[in-house]
């Protein structure tokens, strides 16, 4: 069955840097586009980003453009989160999902929290 397991979340100070991952399996990991959202406490979820299958185009949420890299490694079925220049507003529970067969799945996600 198809299966998304998000890690790396964690506490970190304003300004810094966090890589989340998310393994997959159960599906065939690189012919999907995948999606990392988030949903901070109090507000819907939002989506974050998405990359293409082979990685070649990506699209980001205004609120992380410059600060946050997406990238995936189709030989380890795996995607990543790079966040840098952390602020406290990108406290949140850090999802990733993906689509097969019109199902959408999501992991059950790794919680970032940006505080001093």
């Known amino acids: 069955q198809v299966q998304l397991v998000e890690s790396g979340g964690g506490l970190v100070q304003p300004g810094g840097s966090l890589r989340l991952s998310c393994a997959a399996s159960?599906?065939?990991?690189?012919?999907?586009?995948m999606r990392w959202h988030r949903q901070a406490p109090g507000k819907e979820r939002e989506l974050v980003v998405i990359?293409?299958?082979?990685?070649?185009?990506?699209n980001y949420a205004d609120s992380v453009k410059g600060r946050f890299t997406i990238s995936r490694d189709n030989a380890k079925n795996t995607v990543y989160l790079q966040m840098n220049n952390l602020k406290p507003e990108d406290t949140a529970v850090y999802y990733c999902?993906?689509?097969?067969?019109?199902?959408?799945?999501w992991g059950k996600g790794t919680l970032v929290t940006v505080s001093s």
């Open positions: 999902s993906t689509d097969v067969r019109g199902v959408r799945y």
């Open positions: 990359v293409i299958d082979t990685g070649g185009f990506t």
């Open positions: 159960g599906f065939t990991f690189s012919s999907n586009i």
